[in-house]
């Protein structure tokens, strides 16, 4: 509790205030479902949320991510710890890691829209655990039409109405 005070202190530091925010509550989808629907049916891997997440953060293949997780320990068809899919996302690519999580289940955890008004930072990603699920978020990336940032959540159509139980900012090395 005494670091995601810290961590929401410092992002209101560096932000300045929440009018700095008023923009982040907009956001789009990217369906990872659609996206990778051939690699999912060929190997029959349900419950593949942590694989799609690897593949479409990195743009690597699916078999590449799948192999990933595997080889921390993901059966075919089954979900993936937190822990295994930490272990596997920092192994995949140097660029990126994540190495802290914040719990934000109390009373069942938060909305997206209250993660973007009350904990995101501008231009970070995110992973975001949702019950028995995860997705990523790209917070701050500018629209295409360039009018303001546009925040892009990499998951399933139903993702944007599930509550966030545990979040983990993306770094860059």
């Not at 929440?18 to 990217?30: H, I, K, P, Y």
Request: some cysteine; overall charge positive; charged content about 25%.
């Amino acid at each position: 509790m005494k670091n995601l005070i810290k961590f929401i202190l410092f992002g209101l530091v560096v932000l300045g205030s929440a009018s700095a925010f008023s923009q982040t509550t907009r956001f789009g989808l990217v369906e990872l479902n659609d996206k990778y629907e051939k690699e999912i049916n060929e190997l029959r891997d349900n419950n593949s949320c942590s694989v799609r997440l690897i593949a479409s953060y990195f743009n690597i293949e699916y078999n590449e991510a799948f192999k990933s997780l595997e080889n921390e320990g993901r059966k075919l068809g089954e979900g993936a710890s937190i822990t295994k899919i930490v272990k596997a996302f920092n192994k995949v690519n140097k660029s990126s890691f994540v190495n802290e999580f914040y719990d934000v289940s109390e009373k069942r955890g938060i909305t997206l829209n209250y993660f973007l008004k009350n904990y995101a930072q501008a231009n970070t990603d995110y992973i975001l655990i949702q019950k028995g699920h995860i997705v990523w978020l790209k917070v701050g990336e500018m629209s295409k039409n360039g009018k303001g940032f546009l925040n892009t959540l990499y998951g399933n159509e139903g993702d944007r109405g599930r509550n966030i139980i545990v979040y983990l900012p993306i770094k860059k090395r």
